[in-house]
């Protein structure tokens, strides 16, 4: 007999044991944030800025998530949106339902991930309910936290570097039963344990951007950050920019933030990151017409020297097309530009005389491999790291908040209450958290 949604959140809300969670009977169907295959057409013919995810982001029941070997399904209490989430919900650059597409011919396993709709979701924080055959690491009753990097490592290329597999995928965007359910499936290999002294909600928010951040600035398979390198971070009070500003505050390098308001700057003050540079306040224009106006980095980089008299070593770049010219040319000789994403536009601009006459290189950092996630999720179990979360919308409003990260109107990152009824539940470990409560309460202002 089916079992209810409710069941399983009053178990997990009342702390029930292992072995209730295990016998539990999961209902066949849940409610999920998904797309439409036969919508992906809809926003046919209007820019990019123009496409609403709330048109197009559904919140409806959708069947039970399968099980099959070395999976697992957790029950969702919260998730977080990510820009992968907007890109899913527009059909830009490309619908995503090409990638489930080709993932259904790799086999019958494969096959179960190619329907006619998407559930969205590339974070989670939840509860084990059961495991497929050869799952041994984890059981029902697991709390964790759910990292993207879904992959199986038969071939050769990954056993180095995971990301490298050729079947490397997001989980929740080039794969189907993400994160933005009430349940939802991965792969064994995909959990860590939650950190037990944070909420779900900012338990959720650690696996993509957190994970992102230190491969680009902290692994040797990125830029390999040393003590005293200065870093110039985009966007560094959001989801991305804000854990790569304690990443580098942490690993004893000096940051240098570029945020869009003043409110932005006084938080990263108070963070530590004592150089801060107000974009908007003033008012760079990196690009004159259909052409890049070298003046304007030839300022951007004296601004940044008067800070701390050098060019930046490294160049922390996820904006793209908007920003990347500027960041080659103020990247300092031999220095790197690092970059993940492209969120103002993929096709990058940059004058290439300024690269290879300075010896200068470019590091393209997608995700990180299990190593480096579990690596940046014990630095937050240990409480060195804190997500910037600045607000929870619950399952229903996906849409909306999906719409915020796409117009940059948020700060950190957004999340998602699933099968949690409330923000503030999950913390295990009161004495950690009372122990880094300055840290999590500064880190709240983001939502002031």
């Not at 820019?47 to 919140?59: N, T, Y």
């Not at 005389?353 to 690596?375: P, T």
């Amino acid at each position: 007999m089916a079992g209810s949604i409710e069941t399983i959140r009053s178990l997990i809300l009342d702390g029930a044991p292992g072995e209730d969670i295990a016998g539990v009977d999961l209902p066949e169907a849940v409610e999920a944030a998904f797309v439409r295959r036969d919508e992906q057409e809809m926003f046919e013919g209007i820019s990019f800025e123009e496409r609403d995810p709330r048109k197009s982001l559904h919140v409806e029941e959708v069947p039970l998530p399968p099980l099959g070997p070395n999976e697992c399904r957790i029950a969702v209490m919260a998730s977080a949106v990510n820009f992968n989430t907007v890109w899913t919900s527009i059909f830009q650059p490309v619908s995503t339902f090409a990638f489930l597409e080709r993932f259904g011919r790799e086999g019958d396993l494969s096959a179960r991930h190619n329907l006619d709709y998407h559930v969205v979701g590339s974070d989670a924080a939840g509860v084990v309910l059961d495991t497929g055959p050869g799952v041994t690491r984890w059981k029902p009753g697991d709390r964790v936290t759910v990292h993207c990097n879904y992959v199986d490592m038969e071939g050769h290329e990954g056993h180095d570097d995971s990301m490298l597999d050729t079947r490397q995928r997001i989980w929740g965007f080039e794969s189907n039963f993400g994160g933005m359910a009430q349940i939802a499936m991965v792969k064994s290999n995909q959990l860590m344990p939650k950190p037990r002294h944070m909420t779900w909600e900012e338990a959720a928010c650690l696996g993509l951007v957190s994970s992102t951040s230190y491969r680009m600035l902290v692994s040797r398979n990125g830029a390999g950050m040393k003590q005293g390198d200065i870093v110039l971070i985009w966007g560094a009070t959001g989801g991305l920019g804000g854990f790569a500003c304690q990443y580098v505050l942490n690993g004893g390098g000096i940051p240098v933030g570029v945020v869009s308001s003043r409110d932005k700057v006084e938080l990263l003050h108070e963070i530590g990151v004592e150089h801060v540079i107000d974009r908007k306040a003033e008012g760079y224009a990196f690009w004159d017409g259909d052409r890049q106006d070298m003046a304007e980095f030839r300022r951007f980089g004296k601004q940044i020297r008067s800070f701390v008299g050098e060019d930046p070593d490294i160049v922390f770049e996820h904006p793209g097309r908007q920003t990347f010219g500027a960041s080659v040319f103020v990247a300092k000789k031999g220095g790197i530009v690092v970059t993940c994403a492209s969120t103002s536009g993929y096709r990058h601009e940059y004058d290439n005389r300024y690269l290879w006459m300075n010896l200068k290189r470019i590091i393209g950092s997608h995700f990180a491999n299990y190593k480096e996630a579990w690596e940046a999720n014990r630095l937050a179990y240990l409480g060195h790291i804190h997500p910037i979360l600045s607000k929870t919308y619950p399952l229903v409003e996906s849409g909306e908040a999906a719409y915020q990260v796409h117009h940059n109107l948020h700060k950190g990152k957004l999340g998602i209450l699933c099968l949690a009824p409330e923000e503030g539940l999950g913390v295990e470990d009161e004495d950690l958290r009372a122990r880094h409560l300055d840290k999590i309460n500064l880190f709240k202002r983001f939502s002031d």
